[in-house]
């Protein structure tokens, strides 16, 4: 198709380490058809072509850190027809969301010399919290399967079919035996679904990289983790990694002390 | 005589956020930056409290591009802290993993992000329609380090497998197989990457660079040496923080690294390259002779003929590790945690990536050192910068920012990775 006619595609980056980015480069065998289905408009990590909107579809990766980031998710989505997150960090707030228990100030003198030369805000939050949000595709990082199913669901107008179950459910599909019935403390029952279950078929449990699920019951869960051994403050660490300030995630870590 | 600034708002092609700003006057170069936008994520602070068997997972998240250089890293460091010494297979697959890692992360650089400046493309998908096998054998290539990653780790983005002590779960030898036949495939992809790469137009550019490295007694290097240099450095890995030092610099919005007794050094490809060709095996060897380059390369711009051959090597080693593999009795060897500082170094596809903790009792983490490669090479990118621009003053300014993002490229930086970037902001 020629440029004119392709949907515009836009990739952004926020605060993040960049993996869920690199995962649209990692569709090794998609990449060039992607690229002649889409007109790659803005792509910062990829190209030095780098058009002005309005775009037909932005990806977002990364949360909001700093007073420019907060103006500049803005205007990103005011050229934006569609704007959908990609990974823990956009949808979530990602690890550096740990600032938000703790004193920044602390946080900031902690690593660097001269703190008053960092320009940073309280909190990480997620895109979300700022403007609103087509799409929110989970994960630290993102499937690339489930990123190329909502590339082609936004560019033909329907609803990306990306189920909100547990990571259960994926266990059972890859014919794991439950690593939590072995003994194994796993977030696998509360963990949104879309790795494919990878930490048990590697014999741990998981550690909830993509988020909540639809309906987590956490209370039933960490009280099975405390059955199984887990302190009150190993069971707050595992909360508190890539999707620490989700709500479900981070309530529940509130009840468990040090 | 006029003083002229040259900008560069957004890189493209690096992996994170920079930006360039070039100050020219009096008919001499006044200053070269590489801005760092990054922000702070404060890895160091959170990993406070934390406990020792997390560190792999959350210290992966600093860079999607080489996560396992930070596990790595990390895993070292706490071994040595609590006196566990990974060997034999174990210590085999970690190399295999580290081969993976390489493998995609060098392909993706060499082909997709830098092979574009030799050849007046913005992007590889322009490349691939004048170069549409070239592309595909790149993407071809990256795939086989991401299959190592994805067997070896479970995926190819932070890696889920590696742990304290070794892994959570080894493979056995047949999961291995088809491995060995996409490597074979690899192995000569790399050679034609080699040839193709070592043929491009390089600017003449040569500096006399520090280079530092991590030089082990017989590998070229990936988890394990002595940190070593070409002007006489030779130090254990604990005695980093004596030599080395971040220092902020006025002109400067990064805090930037350096060697105490003598400033700027280089690390990575070309730093590895130059102080252990002779641990390379004689087929990369070979290669490396065929394509004009002798056993120490000084241009910057020949560093993608460099990255190459380390794909050549990590395709060739990981073959190795795959036919010689005996899965190991148990997949871990006991870790238990005890008061201590443990230090780990090791060679992420940037360069030294340097790692120390301490640890209480119960092995959660007193505090927390990470030094990323990129922050290492920033003194060495503005000196570069400051030379290829200072030979270019009568050049248009469209030349001038051109060649310096390729420079920066040269670089392969990974500005995401840079803990210890931080934004500073001067009067005048």
């Known amino acids: 198709m020629a440029p004119a006619t392709r949907p515009r595609l836009a990739v952004w980056k926020f605060a993040s380490c960049d993996g869920c980015q690199l995962t649209l480069l990692d569709c090794e065998d998609e990449l060039l058809a992607l690229a002649d289905a889409v007109h790659i408009a803005y792509f910062p990590e990829a190209s030095s072509a780098m058009e002005e909107g309005p775009y037909d579809l932005s990806l977002v990766e990364g949360s909001i850190t700093t007073p420019a980031d907060a103006e500049r998710i803005r205007e990103v989505r005011r050229q934006s027809r569609r704007l959908v997150t990609i990974g823990a960090c956009a949808t979530a707030g990602g690890i550096q969301a740990l600032r938000n228990f703790a004193d920044v100030n602390e946080f900031t003198a902690a690593v660097y010399a001269s703190p008053q030369y960092i320009e940073t805000l309280a909190t990480s939050t997620a895109i979300s919290a700022h403007v609103p949000v087509d799409f929110e595709l989970r994960g630290c990082p993102i499937n690339k399967m489930q990123l190329l199913e909502v590339i082609t669901a936004f560019l033909v107008g329907r609803k990306p079919s990306i189920t909100a179950h547990s990571v259960c459910i994926e266990c059972k599909r890859r014919g794991t035996v439950c690593v939590m019935v072995q003994g194994l403390p796993c977030l696998g029952p509360v963990t949104h679904a879309g790795c494919g279950a990878i930490c048990p078929a590697y014999r741990r449990g998981c550690y909830g990289c993509y988020g909540p699920m639809e309906t987590p019951n956490m209370r039933a869960l960490t009280q099975e983790w405390r059955s199984l051994g887990a302190s009150p403050r190993e069971i707050r660490l595992a909360l508190r990694t890539f999707n620490a300030a989700a709500e479900a995630f981070s309530k529940e870590s509130e009840l468990h002390g040090d | ?428």
Not at chain 2, 217 to 242: K, T
Not at chain 2, 314 to 323: G, P, T
């Open chain 2, 1 to 428: 005589m006029a003083t002229k600034t040259i900008r560069v708002d957004s890189l493209a092609r690096v992996e994170g956020e920079g930006a360039l700003s070039l100050r020219i006057s009096g008919g001499r170069v006044e200053s070269a930056e590489l801005r760092i936008v990054e922000p702070p994520r404060f890895f160091e602070a959170f990993l406070r409290g934390r406990d020792y068997r997390e560190t792999p997972d959350i210290v992966a998240r600093i860079c999607g591009i080489c996560p396992a250089a930070y596990q790595m890293s990390a895993v070292h460091a706490i071994e040595n802290a609590f006196g566990a010494r990974v060997e034999g297979p174990l210590r085999a697959l970690r190399r295999l993993l580290y081969c993976g890692e390489w493998i995609e992360s060098h392909a993706l650089h060499v082909v997709m992000l830098h092979a574009p400046d030799y050849l007046g493309f913005p992007d590889a998908v322009s490349l691939a329609h004048k170069y549409p096998d070239r592309v595909r054998d790149g993407l071809a290539l990256k795939k086989a380090g991401n299959a190592i990653m994805r067997l070896l780790g479970g995926r190819e983005v932070h890696p889920v497998n590696v742990c304290p002590g070794g892994f959570y779960r080894v493979p056995d030898r047949a999961e291995l197989v088809p491995l060995a036949r996409e490597l074979e495939e690899a192995c000569e992809l790399a050679a034609g990457l080699v040839r193709w790469v070592a043929a491009f137009p390089f600017p003449e550019f040569e500096r006399d660079y520090e280079f530092v490295a991590l030089r082990h007694p017989g590998e070229y290097p990936f988890n394990e040496g002595r940190l070593v240099s070409n002007r006489g450095l030779d130090i254990d890995i604990s005695d980093y923080e004596s030599e080395f030092e971040e220092r902020q610099v006025p002109h400067s919005t990064a805090l930037h690294s350096m060697l105490k007794r003598r400033g700027s050094y280089l690390t990575g490809p070309l730093a590895r390259y130059a102080l252990n060709f002779d641990r390379l095996p004689p087929a990369v060897q070979a290669l490396a002779e065929e394509a004009g380059l002798g056993p120490v390369c000084r241009n910057p711009f020949k560093s993608i003929v460099v990255r190459a051959l380390e794909i050549a090597f990590a395709c060739e080693e990981a073959l190795r590790i795959v036919s010689e593999y005996a899965p190991p009795n148990a997949s871990t060897v006991p870790v238990a945690p005890r008061a201590a500082t443990g230090f780990g170094c090791t060679e992420a596809p940037r360069g030294i990536c340097w790692h120390r903790y301490d640890f209480e009792a119960d092995g959660a983490i007193e505090a927390a050192r990470i030094v990323p490669p990129t922050a290492q090479n920033q003194p060495s990118i503005e000196a570069d910068l400051a030379e290829v621009a200072s030979q270019l003053l009568n050049e248009p300014d469209e030349t001038i920012r051109d060649r310096c993002e390729q420079m920066i490229r040269n670089y392969d930086p990974c500005i995401s990775c840079a803990t210890h970037f931080l934004k500073l902001s001067i009067e005048r």
